[in-house]
C-alpha cells in the first residue's frame, strides 16, 4: 500500500494497515512527518510549529481514546477513560490581557445580570444543540433538519437572531471560531460556532455552581506537551520506522486496472512507486492536481483555506509580569489581531526562571495569503513583535531568536454550505469512494483539527483492509 502524505491522517491509515500485517510505504515532501501538527527546538527547547493541543475525546471516538492509552498518556479503570495527569495542560491554562490587566480563562467574568443572563442562554443552546446530535468525529451525528438549518447562515447572523449581543461574549465566541478554524464568526456557519462546544464539552458559564473564575474549569484540561502536537505524531510514526520517505514530492497519481502508479521527486531525481492500493492523504486541492483523470466529485470540491503564522520567540529570560493573573500556558491579548501565545516551558514543572519560548500564532484572513508569501521574514518578526510590545514592553531586550513557520493553506474554513457538503454532497461522495485510490484528510470533514484528520485515516485504512 501507499500512503501520499505523513500527516496525522496519513500516519494513523499506515500505522493501521502496518498492526494489521500489510506492507505500506508513506511518501511525504516534507523534512519531517506530521504535517501542520509539527515540533521543533528553537535554542534547545522544543515548541511547536503548529497545532498544540489536543482536547479529550469523548465516547464517540474509542478509536482515539484507545491511542492515548497506547502512547502511555490515558488509562481505562472502573471510572472509565480518563487522561493522566502528566498529560494534562498545568494550571493556570488560560488568561487574557484586557484593559491593562491580565484576567484568569479566556471568557470574560460577566459583570452584571443582564451579560450573565446571555451567557446561560448561549449555555442552553449549546446543551440543546448536544441532545441533537453534534459529536466529533462529525460523520458519526445524522445530518438533520436542525443541522441544515444551521448550516445555511453564519455564526454571528445566528447569534444576532438569538439575542446574544454582549460584546465579551461575541468577542470570545469569535475566538473560539479563529482559534479552530481560521476565520471568524462571520465567516463561518452557526453550525460550526456550535460545533465548536457541544461536540466536546459544552460552553460553561464563570461564576455558576460548578465553576470558579477560570470560564474553562468545568471542562477536562486539554492534552499537550512543549512541542504541541508532536508528542503525537511521534506515537503514531513509531511503528513505522522505515516506511516513511521524506523529500518524496509526488507529482502524478495514475490509477490503473491492476494498480495504483506514483511519480515522484525524491532527494536523488525521479521516482516510480506501483501499488495496488493508495491512500491520498493531502489536502484536497492538492489531491486535485495529482490525479489524473481525478474522481468527479473531487473536482467540484472548493473550500476556502486559512493562512497561518507560526512565530516561536526564544527568551533569556521570563518576562516580567503586568497586573493581574499569573503568566499562563495560553494568553491572548483581546485587543491583538493574533490569536496570542502559549509557552513551551510551562509544561517542564521547572520553577526555576530561565530561557523561555513563546509560540505566537496569527490566523490570517485569506486576503493576506499574498502578503504571507512575499514579504520578508524580517518584515513579519517585526509585527510579531509590535503585536506583543504593548503587553510586553521588555520583548526586545529579552530576545534572542524567532524562528517564523508559514501555512499557507493551514486549514479548511466551514463556511455555510460546508455541512451540507460533508453530509450529502461532494465530501460525502469522496469519504464513500471505491476504487484503488482512497481519500483520507480532515478536509472531508470540511474543517481541520486533529480528531477529524485521524477518524479519516483510520476510516480509510478499515475500508482497505476489511
Not at 474509542?62 to 502511555?72: A, H, Y
Not at 452557526?190 to 470558579?212: E, I, K, T
Request: one cysteine or more; charged letters at 20%; glycine letters at 10%.
Amino acid at each position: 500500500m501507499l500512503v501520499v502524505g505523513a500527516g496525522v491522517a496519513g500516519l494513523t491509515a499506515a500505522r493501521q494497515m502496518r498492526r494489521r500485517g500489510i506492507d505500506v510505504a508513506v511518501l511525504e515532501w516534507d523534512l519531517q512527518a506530521g504535517g501542520n501538527a509539527q515540533g521543533g527546538v528553537v535554542q534547545g527547547q522544543p515548541c511547536p510549529l503548529g497545532a498544540h493541543y489536543l482536547p479529550q475525546p469523548g465516547s464517540s471516538l474509542p478509536e482515539l481514546q484507545d491511542l492515548l492509552i497506547e502512547l502511555g498518556a490515558a488509562e481505562r479503570g472502573l471510572g472509565g477513560w480518563q487522561a493522566r495527569e502528566a498529560w494534562q495542560v498545568h494550571a493556570p491554562a488560560e488568561r487574557l490581557y484586557d484593559q491593562g490587566a491580565w484576567h484568569a480563562g479566556l471568557l470574560p467574568i460577566p459583570g452584571d445580570s443582564k451579560t450573565r443572563a446571555e451567557y446561560r442562554l448561549f449555555a442552553a443552546q449549546v446543551r440543546e444543540a448536544m441532545r441533537q446530535g453534534f459529536v466529533l468525529p462529525t460523520h458519526r451525528a445524522p445530518f438533520q433538519a436542525m443541522h441544515a438549518s444551521l448550516d445555511a447562515t453564519t455564526f454571528s447572523v445566528w447569534l444576532s437572531a438569538q439575542s446574544l449581543l454582549d460584546p465579551g461574549l461575541r468577542w470570545y465566541l469569535d475566538y473560539c471560531c479563529r482559534d479552530d478554524y481560521g476565520a471568524g464568526a462571520d465567516d463561518v456557519s452557526a453550525w460550526a460556532g456550535l460545533q465548536y462546544f457541544a461536540s466536546r464539552h459544552g460552553f460553561h458559564v464563570p461564576g455558576d455552581p460548578g465553576d470558579d473564575d477560570d470560564s474553562q474549569a468545568s471542562q477536562p484540561p486539554v492534552l499537550t506537551a512543549p512541542d504541541g502536537n508532536a508528542w503525537l505524531v511521534r506515537g503514531l510514526s513509531a511503528p513505522l520506522a522505515g516506511a516513511i520517505h521524506l523529500q518524496r514530492l509526488v507529482w502524478r497519481v495514475d490509477e490503473e486496472r491492476h494498480g495504483v502508479i506514483a511519480q515522484v521527486l525524491g532527494p536523488d531525481g525521479a521516482e516510480t512507486w506501483h501499488a495496488r492500493h493508495l491512500v491520498m492523504a493531502v489536502p484536497l486541492f492538492v489531491a486535485q492536481r495529482l490525479l489524473r483523470g481525478p474522481h468527479a466529485a473531487l473536482k467540484s470540491v472548493q473550500l476556502a483555506r486559512a493562512p497561518w503564522l507560526v512565530a516561536n520567540l526564544a527568551l533569556s529570560a521570563p518576562l516580567a509580569n503586568r497586573l493581574g493573573a499569573p503568566p499562563a500556558w495560553d494568553n491572548v491579548m483581546r485587543d491583538s489581531p493574533t490569536l496570542g501565545y502559549v509557552n513551551a516551558r510551562h509544561q517542564t514543572l521547572d520553577p526555576r526562571p530561565g530561557p523561555q519560548v513563546l509560540t505566537l500564532y496569527w490566523a490570517l484572513p485569506a486576503a493576506e495569503r499574498a502578503r504571507l508569501l512575499q514579504d520578508s521574514a524580517r518584515t513579519w518578526a517585526q509585527r510579531v513583535i509590535d503585536t506583543l510590545r504593548p503587553t510586553h514592553p521588555d520583548l526586545p531586550e529579552h530576545l534572542q531568536a524567532v524562528r517564523l513557520t508559514r501555512w499557507g493553506h493551514a486549514m479548511a474554513v466551514p463556511r455555510p454550505g460546508v455541512r451540507r457538503e460533508v453530509a450529502q454532497g461532494a465530501l460525502a461522495a469522496l469519504r464513500q469512494s471505491g476504487g484503488r485510490v482512497r481519500f483520507a484528510h480532515a478536509d472531508l470533514a470540511g474543517y481541520s483539527v486533529f480528531e477529524e484528520a485521524f477518524y479519516a485515516g483510520w476510516q480509510a485504512a478499515e475500508a482497505l483492509i476489511g
